[in-house]
């Protein structure tokens, strides 16, 4: 397949493209900065440079693609900056693409897109969408855009974890809090298996299919944490409430505004995914897409992490 994969350069990005050039496909990735695709072009993908917001930088770019994987990250950032990678870059993605070639877009959305469901709710992929909060509200249009506009797929993404994305440094460095004392149900994948189940949904999933990718284990985030901090030796998170994390998010914009950052972590939209009951059923991925789970829980992905080092 001639695939394009949009966040080449990412976290979940990179493992995609890795794990789709050594199944044999033709992999063309997009990367903001040059620096950040030139390992991935030294394993053979296509390297380009350009920005999703920017349509100019993006001719051509869906040249001969069969397959778009959009895995690039909007969560972070506020929801100002997430409307205009998810919409308006989704929107300069399909008036580059060639309609008579591509045969599905398989998107990683999120989870945000159900709000802050009670803690009792099950989430499918028919449970009622939601959104309270500006990711999930963005996230919703972007889904039904891209429905109307491509053979579209929605992986509706948990909180992804991995080596490098495990929090470890964080707890040993006490730079981690638990918001409202973390008593929200939280679903976690690991990155390989989010890699799995992209593919197969590639391979197996009919356009407009939404799909869960979560493993088996949802679990309370207090008592994650505390497993966690347990088996790498560090004390647990302390408590922020969620008000005073908002305050710290505004006060965060403003140094960061003074100083030419444009990211910070305590965005409106981090808060929204950290804070709510994610409890996320997983059948759907397992019965229709065939997907067997590496890490069928936390606890066999974080015993590989810590036996690392």
């Known amino acids: 397949m001639n695939v394009l994969v949009l966040g080449a350069n990412g976290y979940t990005g990179a493992h995609l493209v890795k794990a789709l050039l050594e199944q044999g496909h033709r992999v063309r990735g997009l990367v903001r900065e040059v620096e950040r695709g030139i390992a991935l072009e030294k394993l053979g993908m296509e390297l380009r440079v350009g920005d999703v917001r920017d349509e100019a930088s993006l001719r051509g770019i869906g040249d001969d693609c069969e397959i778009i994987f959009n895995v690039a990250a909007s969560c972070r950032v506020e929801p100002s900056e997430s409307r205009v990678m998810l919409l308006e870059g989704a929107r300069n993605i399909f008036r580059n693409v060639d309609r008579s070639v591509l045969k599905k877009y398989v998107w990683a959305s999120n989870v945000s897109v159900y709000g802050y469901p009670q803690a009792t709710e099950r989430l499918t992929e028919v449970s009622a969408v939601k959104p309270t909060y500006g990711l999930g509200k963005i996230t919703v249009d972007a889904e039904k855009l891209a429905q109307e506009s491509v053979p579209a797929i929605a992986v509706r993404v948990a909180s992804v974890y991995g080596k490098g994305r495990d929090f470890i440094s964080g707890l040993r460095e006490n730079r981690l809090r638990l918001l409202n004392g973390g008593e929200n ?94 409890f996320c059923v997983n059948d759907k991925i397992k019965n229709e897409l065939g997907v067997k789970l590496k890490y069928p829980t936390f606890r066999e992905g974080y015993k590989e992490i810590l036996s690392r080092g």
């Open 185 to 278: 149900w939280t679903s976690r994948i690991h990155v390989d298996d989010l890699v799995q189940t992209l593919i197969l949904a590639m391979e197996r999933a009919r356009a407009e299919s939404v799909y869960l990718a979560a493993d088996d284990l949802p679990i309370i985030q207090r008592d994650f944490f505390r497993e966690i901090s347990t088996a790498a030796g560090t004390a647990m998170p302390l408590n922020l409430e969620v008000n005073a994390a908002r305050a710290f998010g505004v006060f965060g914009r403003a140094m960061n505004s003074l100083s030419g950052e444009r990211q910070y972590q305590l965005s409106e939209n981090v808060i929204g995914l950290l804070s709510g009951n994610y």
